[in-house]
Structure formats: structure tokens, C-alpha cells
Nanobody, 115 residues
Framework: QVQLVESGGGLVQAGGSLRLSCAAS????????MGWYRQAPGKQRELVTT???????NYADSVKGRFTISRDHTKNTVYLQMNSLKPEDTAVYYC?????????WGQGTQVTVSS
């Protein structure tokens, strides 16, 4: 089992940057895939980015070139660096860990981008 705790959300102006953190309760070294999802009001939760245990990354087209996922195994933490933020990036951002057939979610952190 894995507990995930996100932090780093907040209010930022368009064009600004934020870095989200996702701290896991155990080593992330063997977790197959970790990722970030987001859910805006009235919309379905959508994939933002993932990183595999081998280091391969995947990004939604809407964030390519602006967002970067990374991880620090020594801290059991995954990060989401968000640059050039847009109002449409406003959402609750959730960390996800997929270990085979099981998935775990954090409680989410709010990101609000003002125009």
C-alpha cells in the first residue's frame, strides 16, 4: 500500500510557475508508474503526465513543453514543475501511483491560475 501526499498548489498569475510535490509513504523505486492528473470544475479527471519506473515520461498535449515531471528516489517524492501557466490549467491536481493492478491517489492540491 502507498499513501500519497501532494503539496505546492496555490494561486498564481498567468505566465507564472509552480512546483507540485507528491510524497509517497514508501520507496517509489519499484512503483510501475507514477503520474499527475487534474480535474477542473465540471470536467472529468484527465491525465497530465506520467513517469515509469524506467524513467520514461508521457505528457498530455496541452502541457507539453510547459510541464516537467521528475522524481527523487532518495526522498520518495515525485515533482511536477509547471511553467507558463494558463488559466485553463486551473484544477485540482492529483498524484497517482500504479503498482500492477492497484492504483493509489493523493488527496489533491488546488492550482488556480488568474488571468
Amino acid at each position: 500500500q502507498v499513501q500519497l501526499v501532494e503539496s505546492g498548489g496555490g494561486l498564481v498569475q498567468a505566465g507564472g510557475s509552480l512546483r507540485l510535490s507528491c510524497a509517497a509513504s514508501r520507496s517509489i523505486f519499484s512503483i510501475n508508474v507514477m503520474g499527475w492528473y487534474r480535474q477542473a470544475p465540471g470536467k472529468q479527471r484527465e491525465l497530465v503526465t506520467t513517469i515509469t519506473s524506467g524513467g520514461s515520461t508521457n505528457y498530455a498535449d496541452s502541457v507539453k513543453g510547459r510541464f516537467t515531471i521528475s522524481r527523487d528516489h532518495t526522498k520518495n517524492t515525485v515533482y511536477l514543475q509547471m511553467n507558463s501557466l494558463k488559466p485553463e490549467d486551473t484544477a485540482v491536481y492529483y498524484c497517482n501511483a500504479a503498482t500492477g493492478v492497484l492504483q493509489y491517489w493523493g488527496q489533491g492540491t488546488q492550482v488556480t491560475v488568474s488571468s
